[in-house]
C-alpha cells in the first residue's frame, strides 16, 4: 500500500469522528503564519492553534515569495488577519545547498532548463533569513504598517520558539 492509500485511510477514520463543520472561514485568533515546510515543524501544535485559528502558509525555508506575500494579502484584506508571524527553524534543509549548485545538478540530471524557479531561495543564516523575510513583508505597499510581522527561530531538538530582533544597525564605519 503506497502512502497516500495510508492517508486515505486515516482520513477515513478522521471524518467518521469529524465534527467541525461549522466554522466561519476567517480565522478565529486572526493570526497568519509564514513557516517552512519542515516535517519536524508541527505548526499547529508549537503555536497552540486549534483548527480555524489562524492561517498557515508553507514552503522550503518560509519565504516570503511572490507567492506566500499573495496569501498574506489575502490572509488580511479577504479574511480578517492582523498578525503575521515568520518561522524558520534550526538543521533547515535550505542551509545545505547553494542556488547555483542545485540548478546545476538539476539541470545535469535531466538534461533540461527549465524557465522556472529562479530562484530555490537557499540561505546560510537562518536569523538572517528570518529578518528578511520579515523586512520584506513590513515593506510590502499591502501590508498596512500597523499590522506586527515577528520573527521566530524554531529549535526541533527542544521545541522551543526564539524570537528573532531585528539586527542593530551597525556603526558607522569610519574610513582612514
Ligand atoms: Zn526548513
Known sequence: MSVTDEVLQANEQYAAKFNQGGLPMPPARKLA???CMDARLSVDQVLGLKTGDAHVIRNAGGVATEDALRSLIISHHLLGTEEFI???HTDCGMLTFEDSELL????EQTGSAAVAPVHFHAFKDVAGNVRRQVARIKAHPFVPKHIPVRGFIYDVKTGK?????EERPRAVQKSA
Not at 546545476?104 to 539541470?107: I, K, S, T
Request: charged share 20%; proline share 0%.
Open 104 to 107: 546545476n545538478r538539476l539541470e
Open 33 to 35: 503564519v509564514l513557516a
Open 86 to 88: 515568520v518561522i524558520n
Open 161 to 165: 520558539l526564539q524570537e528573532v530582533g
